[in-house]
């Protein structure tokens, strides 16, 4: 049993929560002992959630957390925990839930107070250390809490996290609906900050696969652009960052996740396969490279570099007028503003963020740049290794391989997908994370499905993949219960269902949903037609439901066929046969 009146978090395998050792609040890990304290001493729970690249978890830190007199009334009416939400997806699911119902937004850190029973009664994400005008400080609204609870504590009501089917929608109205949604003036969808919409652009991509819309092929084409050219794109290193804080994509929050990347991949090289424009497959490539230099770790990849650095968001980054000057001779200087805006005034709190402006290729400039920024201080990364998002960006590079002829890729995907069993694969179950040299062995559904629909596309290439794609399938299969899909199920926390919302990532459930459909259909099994369900909310799940419903070519030949010679919308398995089927009819495919 720890001693649970210092901070604990110096015992941590989070490197989120190593960033919170050295507070005065005496910070638990969420486990049975901690919650057990709180039952035996008759507090309440005070759960910070965050991640260690989480710009406004460091604020937080440095203020209210190192804040003497806040850690004192914390430590005496509370019994706080730490918990990293990429390690505790199910607790960060359902504090996360509670805030969105009580509020109607969300974010990091995400701060709940609750009964020791998992009632919540408050949540909020940041605070300040100090009062400011309106604002309440940290400390003033952990004592209203307090003075509540202890008044109300009997009549606080449980929460149970609902369970959101997304509703059915007319396969005609999908592209309709998201053509409404769109940015026809800056790309996107919406009209305030851009996030990269992974999920929808595939959805779109896959639709195009099937039926010409110049609409559908206007939106894909205005959003893509400006994703490579202006600010989400790291021009100099490539890979993409988390969003834009505006809508005309100029500035970024400049984390870089893993998970980003591995959809970004996806999207550019599935573009450059149905479009055929040089670009994107360029752009690929630099995501490719990104991963290569930035993320890969020891045959993985780490999941997260910070939006800082030394306390400054996008310092490593930006350049200012004069620095551009100096570096660059007057030719050099030159030739880049042709190619990229450059303004004294800059774009950025009077420094210059890499756009550009058109696509002539300036590789010399920009390596001599990238050669310069990388001896300025970099930001932090986050080296936890991450089972799931590793296997998303497995089916990245399976898919960029195919799309864009580059076996290579395949490759490397069946080698993170061979170290990833290798690490996290017991025969029984399967781990989530690792960090520094220790497996966090919880079963989560999304790790699971990544997984297994990460196998069941190397399948298609080598069948020697079978025996472990059957025994994924069955894991994935045992997360159902009844009609819904379980996310995990700790043993130190309550059950909690799976999500259905398809971004920034797929959810668990559109995965699991894929992977099934596919190790179905390879296996030769007659799939049902499916209904579609809610556009944006469920883009991903329903590109299975194309799968179901015909709109993907099942070719079955003796040898695997090169992907070169088949649409992107298809799925191969073997069989003596040589045919395609595809909308609801079975033709012999003619040899080439």
Known sequence: MPDLKRNNLDRSLSPYLLQHMANPVWWQEWSSEAIQSAVDEKKPLFVSVGYATCHWCHVMAAEAFSDEDTADFLNSHYICIKVDREQRPDIDQFLMHFLAVQSGNGGWPLNVFLTADFRPVYAMTYAPARASGAQHSFLNIAKMVYDYYKKNAADIPPFTVPVEQPTVAAEESLVKSLLSYSDRIYGGFGSGQKFPPHSTLLYLLFFLSVENDPDVLAICTETLDAMRRRGLNDHLQGGIFRYCVDRKWTIPHFEKMLYDQAMALWGYALAYKVMGKSEYKKMAESIVRCLDECFADNGLFLSAHDADTEHVEGATYVWSYAELKDVLTPAEFAQFS?????????????????????????????????????????????????????????????????????????????????????????????????????????????????????ISMLLEDDFSWDNIMTAMAAYVASFQDGEQWVESRAADFRPVFASWFDHPIPSSISLAEMGLTRVDLLAGKETNARSYLSPYQADFFNITIMMHNGLFHLITSERAVPWSQLPANTLQMRGKQQTDCYRGTCRIRQTK
């Open 338 to 454: 042709e190619s990229y805006y450059v303004d004294e005034q800059g774009n950025f709190e009077g420094l210059i963020h890499l756009i550009r402006k058109n696509d002539f290729p300036l590789p010399d400039v920009e390596g001599k740049l990238l050669a310069l920024r990388k001896k300025r201080a970099q930001p932090a990364r986050d080296d936890k290794i991450l089972c799931g998002i590793n296997a998303l960006v497995a089916i990245a590079l399976i898919q960029a391989g195919r799309n864009m002829e580059m076996p290579e890729l395949e490759e490397k995907a069946a080698q993170t997908i061979r170290r990833l069993i290798d690490l996290f694969w017991d025969g029984k179950s399967l781990g989530h994370s690792y960090y520094n040299g220790a497996k966090q062995t919880q079963s989560f559904l999304f790790d699971a499905a990544a997984l297994l629909t990460a």
